[in-house]
Each structure stands twice: as C-alpha cells, then as structure tokens.
C-alpha cells in the first residue's frame, strides 16, 4: 500500500507493539511512529514473577522486541521515555513530553491508536507507598523488586491479592527459600474459578507451606523507624511481618487521555471501541488493557486484561489504521491459565458464579480423570468441570486443575465455545489419542457425555454445591473409601453389590447417589432408575468436591 498516512501509537507493549509491526505489513508507505512513557518496549511482561524467581535467569529474554528491530526490520520509529500527555482530536495533534529532557513537543497524526494499558492498584492505606511495597506491571517495577531482594535479606514477604500475578509471586518467592504469606478479599483465591475449583489451589498452597489469608483484607501497612514495611495489618485484625510487601489488588485502565478529550467508556470502566477498536472519533482507536471487549458467552462488553486479547487487539487496530480494512475483533473468553507449584489451574468462559451474577441458567459437571491412558506411566489426575445451558447445552465455560493436560483441555473447550458449540458437539470431538497422551475417552469426552446424560433424563446431574439434606443419600464407594472419608447421612452400598441390596432402600424417596468423582454414582444412578427409582440425581464431581466443599459434614480420616 502507497498510502503515507502518519500512524502514532500510545504504549509500546503488547497492544502498541503488536499494532505498530501489523500496521508496517500492512503499509509500506505510513509513517509509524510509537511512543513509550517507560524505559523499555515489547517487554514479556508475564515473564517477570519467573525472572524473579530465578526460573527465568537471563534479564534479556525478557525484552521480546529491542528498539533497533523496530527501527531495523520495521521501521517504526520508537521513542520511551516519551510520554503522550494531550490530544488535541481537532487539530489531530498529540502533545509529547520527552521525559529524560523535559521538553514538549506537538506531533500531527492521521491516525492514532491508544494502547496504554493499564496500572496496578494502590490501595489508599497508610504505609502503602514504604520503599520496600511494590507492584509489577513493568520491567522497571521487576527491575526494582530485583534490586531490593539483592541488597537485603528479604525472608517475609507478603503478597497482597491472590489472583493470577499475586499467586505467581508467591510461588517464586517461595522458590527462592522465603517464608510467603498471602492475603485475600475474597473468600477464596483465584476468584475467576467457582470456589470448590479454586479449593484445590489453595490446598497446594497450604501444602507447600504458604501462609493463606482469605476473606481479609488489607488495612494498613505498619512501618518502622527506618521506614520501611515491617507488617500488614489485616481487617480481621491479624498481623503478618513483612520485610517485602508485593501489592497485587488488581488493575485500573489508564483512561487519563481518552476522558480528557470525551472518548465514551463502558460499565466496567474501559474505553469503548467497534468491532475495528475505533473510539467514538472514529480515527482514534484503542487497545489493550484499558479497552471494552465483547464477551463471547454473554454478548456484553467487559474489561478483559489478558496478553492475548491485548495483542489481538493491537493487530486489528493497526491493520485498520493502515489500511481502513480488517477482520471484526473475536469475542474474548477470558481464556487464562497458571501453575502454582505442582498444580495447574485454567478457566474459560463463564464459571458457574459469574453463569449465575449474569443471569444465565446453567448447569455444570464435574470429572476426574487421568490426563492419558492410566496403564502408561506418569498419569496424573485432572478435575474438569464444564458449565453448559440446560435448555440448550450451549457450553458456556470450563475449569480444570490437575497436572499435566490441563490447558490442552481448556484450550478444546475454548475452541468449542468461540464457535458456539453445544455439550453434543463437544461429545463427538475426534481428539487424537495414543497412550503417552490421552485416553480413547479424554476428559473432554467424559464431561460431555455427562452433561448429554443430564440433557436426555439418562442420569440427572445435581450440583456439587447441592445439600444431600431431605434426600436418601447413597454411597456406593467401597468400604476403603469410606472409612477415609465419609457423610455420616449417607447409606454405603459398594456399586457391586447394589443390585442385591435394593431392599435397604426406599425407591418412592428423592435419591442422590455419590462415590469418588462421579463415575461411579452415574452407573448406580442408571440402576436404580431402572428398578424403579423415579427421582434419582448423581452428585457431580462426588467425594473429592464434597471434601472441600463441607469439609466439616463430614468424617475424614487423614
């Protein structure tokens, strides 16, 4: 294309950079000029808790893209530490702060693309802003973090927020030999999984040793003399020592240029953008972390700050800014995935929490299964839980925790709904298989053929969340299994011997059977149906929910 429009661009990390390079392939001719207010460009930022946890020990890796492939290979024209701080949407002009100099200068454009992100939260309590607090979101922030833990003995540290970044943080502190402590608001960490999911996180936590804190909340920041933190004060009251204090509550858009020149914004506070990421000044668009994307279950918009939606976003952008042509923006998942030490934990969609905050009907399914064929060595057991319509089977969102396999699982399912697939298509799927690497009935598999069991009145799925009060409550796990674990309101009739001893069981009452994980109770459910039982439901995900779910109903032996 011979068009030599003039493209600037705002942020230079995953939706400036990825906009910027898109734009050049696009447009030979454009003059593409980015601005960055930081010192470095195209950094990974998801890489930095691993830098400093030693697991990624080359500093430079981290740096994606340097300023001469820029200049180089795209000839874009990069300038960090130059800070865009007006726009001036009739003149098409932008206001530059060079901050290592001082001075301001104009720079027209054609078109401009607004990719700055987002910053993290800082709550507004006393000690916050204590030398040793810190928040990540740059390489400068990593880079400080760094440099702290270098010249000092850092053995407490306490990470405020348990989310993604918040968990990955203490993880790696952990690694490094230090004693973490973890606070949380909500009632349980990871608050984007359904509690009993998330249990399973915070059982690896404790395992490991980590100090775990939920429903609390950050009060203070007691410093010393010198000071520095030196404890966290809680809501509850609690006191947690701290040589370190990492701030992970969360982040806010960077909106500052979009509301000072009248760019509309949606509920949950982005910018908003059409199909193509322009604004309302339809030769501004925006990107990244600080805009409103489509949700692909509900159809609303929302703030989804991720990498990949990011640079997706800045593609499209800068291919339409180029060119005035490019492909609709896709719906974004919220597809997201973490390690924390041995566990793996990932999500797509709606969990059955936020199915019901937007008014969806659903039903889910819980399974456990191992992650390839259990006679190879080396399987490891996964939970999977599928959240579906039960007036369509429309899938509506997944989660998984287990060890290996688990994004191969979500990252299925995630495919499944960006194509607006059903619990039927997901059942007929030809995944591949061969020992070493799945199961000729993968996990994915037997979710679905769960929840078509559910949809066709073969086997009725009650929620794990279900109280088994009222109902005549059969456990048809061997007696082993009992004796490990058991609910004092349950009958125990080993699935093997349940067809002789129908007689201890009353076939006009509402019945709900469980084992370990489900498997079982579904055979026992088809059993009973057929010899009568006309209200018979199988307790989705069986024991191993039920464990973490009402730990104290019941009788466990350690």
Known sequence: MSDTRTIVIVGAVAGGASAATRARRCNESARIILYEKDRYASFANCGLPYYLGGEIEDREKLLVAKPPLFADRFNIELHTRHEVTGIDPERRVVTVLNRETGESFEQPYDRLILAAGAAPFVPPVEGAHAPNVFTLRSLEDADAIHDFIAHNDVRRPVVVGAGFIGLEMAEQMHRRGMAVEVLELAPQVLPPLDPEMAAFIEEE???????????????????????????????????????????????????????????????????????????????????????????????????????????????????????????????VLGTAII??????AATTGLSSKAAKAAGLPAKSVVITANNHAGYFPGAEALTLKLVYSPETGRILGAQSVG??????????????????????????????????????????????????????????????????????????????????????????????????????????????????????????VCILKQHGFAQVENQSGGMLLQRRIRPTELQIVE
């Open 205 to 331: 936590l404790l395992k490991e040793g980590v100090g775990l804190h939920t429903s609390d909340a950050l009060s203070a920041i007691r410093t010393g003399d010198d000071g520095r933190a030196n404890a966290v004060i809680t809501q509850n009251g609690k006191t947690l020592d701290a040589d370190l204090v990492i701030l992970s509550i969360g982040v806010r858009p960077m909106l500052g240029l979009a509301e000072a020149i009248g760019l509309h914004t949606g509920a949950t506070g982005g910018i908003t953008v059409n199909e193509h990421l322009q604004t309302n000044h339809s030769e501004i668009y925006a990107a990244g972390d600080s805009v409103e994307y489509c949700h692909g279950v509900t159809g609303t918009t929302m703030r989804v700050p991720l990498a990949g939606p990011a640079n997706r976003a800045g593609r499209i952008a800068g291919q339409h800014a180029a060119t005035d042509e490019a492909p609709a923006m896709a719906p």
């Open 403 to 524: 060890g290996s396999g688990v994004d191969k699982r979500i990252d299925v399912i995630a495919t499944a709904i960006g194509m607006r697939g059903t619990v039927r298509d997901l059942s007929g799927l030809d995944l591949c298989y061969a020992p070493p690497f799945g199961s000729a009935k993968d996990p994915v598999h037997m979710a679905a053929f769960a929840a078509c069991n559910d949809l066709d009145g073969i086997a009725t799925l009650a929620d794990p969340t279900d109280s088994p009060e009222g109902k005549q409550y059969v456990d048809v796990r061997n007696p082993a299994e009992v004796a490990a674990c058991s609910d004092p309101r349950a009958i125990a009739i080993p699935l093997d011997q349940l067809r002789d001893r129908l007689g201890e069981l009353d076939p006009a009452l509402p019945t709900l059977v469980t084992c370990q994980s489900g498997l079982r109770s579904h055979v026992g």
């Open 339 to 344: 390690r924390v030490f041995s566990k793996t």
